[in-house]
C-alpha cells in the first residue's frame, strides 16, 4: 500500500472518522481507523462500535491495499506536519510509515480484516432534508437529553412522526425525565411519513449537528427501528439507536397554561447569566417575579449574597412569581431562536412553556421548582 494525498485533504477526511475513537477502548482494534486505498481515493473508517463514520479523500494511488493505523496518532500528524503534500506507503514490517517534507514517521499497524463494522441491514426507510433543518432541530433539543445511563431511554433525541393541529410534522423531542422537555417541529419530508420513532443516542446526535451544521445542501436518512445512517458531502455515519420507548411526553405539555408574559430574548438571556453569578452548590432555584410591565430575577444565596434585577416584559394581570433552576432556564433561552419570548405559566401547574411566538415550532417544557424564598 503506497500513496500520496494532500495534508488538508487528508485532515478533512480524518476528523469526523477519528473524533469518535474512544480513547480507551476495550479492544486495541477500536483505538485505529481503517484505511482503504482504491482507484482514486483513500477511504477512511472510525467506529467505536456504536457508531461508525465513513469518509473519503481524493489520493494519488501507487498500490493498492488497506490496514489499520492508530487514529489518534495519525490525526495529530495531519495537523502539525509541515509539508502540503503526505505519503502514506506500508513498510516490509507492515508498518505505516508517514514521510511529509523531511519528516519520516512510522506507525505500528493491525490487519484491517479484524475492524469491526456496523451492518446497515433493514433500513427499510428513507428521506432527503435540508442539513441545517435538522441541525436546527438537534441544536434546540440535544441540550436538554438526560445523561443518567441507568435510564437509557431518555439518553438521546426522539425522532418520530407528531401528530398535530396542522397534521404530521417531524418532531425531534429530549428530556431529562424530570424537569425540561424540548421539541422542534418540522413540516413532514416526502417519504418520511410511516418512520418508526427512534430515539438517537446523544453522542450520534451530537456528530450529526457537526456533520450538518452550517450546511446549505441536503442529508439522506435511512432507518429501521434500530439503527440510523447519515449520507451528506461524502460523509457516511451509520449508528446503533437506543432500543427502548421515549416516554409519552405530550401528555405533559399543559397548552391551556393562562398566564403569560413576552420577554425579549436576549434580555433575558443576559439577566440569567448575572444572577448566576450568585451560584450556590446547594440552591440552584431563580426567582421571577411578574407585574405589569416588569420580570423582576431574583438569586439569594446565603453564601454568596443577593442579586435582584428588572427587565421590561409585556405581562398583565395579577402579579404572578415562580421559580425555575437557573441552570437549565439558561440552556433553553439560549438554544430557542427569534428575538422575543412568550413564557405560558400556571399557578396550577409545575409545567410552563416556553416558544418564541405562539405557533412556534419550537417549545421548551421546564418545571418549576418549589422552593421557599431565602433570606440572604
Known sequence: ??????????????????????RKPLRPILSHVRLVAEGESLAICGTDQDIEIRTSATAVI???????????????????????EIVLALDDDRRMLVSAGRNRTRLPTLPSVDYPVIVPEGLDHGFTLAAEDLAQMLRETLHAASSDNTRPFICGVYLHVAETTEGPRLAAVSTNGSSVVT???????????????????????????????????????????????????????????INSAFPPYERII????????????????????????????????????????????????????????????????????????????????????????MLRMSSKRDGNILTPREGSPSMALLGRMHVARPVA
Open 1 to 22: 500500500m503506497k500513496l500520496t494525498i494532500a495534508r488538508e485533504a487528508l485532515l478533512a477526511a480524518l476528523e469526523p472518522a477519528a473524533r469518535i475513537i474512544d
Open 62 to 84: 501507487e498500490t493498492p491495499g488497506e490496514i489499520a493505523v492508530p487514529a489518534a496518532t495519525l490525526h495529530d500528524l495531519a495537523r502539525r506536519l509541515p509539508a502540503d
Open 183 to 241: 421539541r422542534r417541529l418540522l413540516d413532514l419530508p416526502e417519504k418520511a411519513s410511516g418512520m418508526p420513532g427512534i430515539t438517537i443516542p446523544s453522542k450520534t446526535a451530537g456528530e450529526l449537528l457537526r456533520l450538518c451544521d452550517k450546511a446549505k445542501d441536503e442529508v439522506a436518512l435511512s432507518l429501521s427501528a434500530t439503527k440510523l445512517r447519515a449520507t451528506r458531502a461524502g460523509v457516511t455515519l451509520t449508528s446503533v439507536l
Open 254 to 341: 399543559p397548552w391551556e397554561n393562562e398566564r403569560i408574559a413576552i420577554v425579549e430574548t436576549d434580555a433575558l438571556q443576559a439577566a440569567v447569566e448575572r444572577i448566576s453569578i450568585m451560584a450556590d452548590a446547594h440552591d440552584s432555584a431563580a426567582h421571577l417575579d411578574f407585574s405589569d410591565g416588569t420580570l423582576a430575577l431574583t438569586r439569594i444565596s446565603p453564601s454568596a449574597g443577593e442579586m435582584r434585577e428588572e427587565i421590561t416584559c409585556e405581562f398583565e394581570g395579577e402579579p404572578f412569581s415562580t421559580a425555575f433552576d437557573y441552570r437549565l432556564l439558561a440552556r433553553i433561552v439560549a438554544n430557542l431562536p427569534g428575538d422575543t419570548l
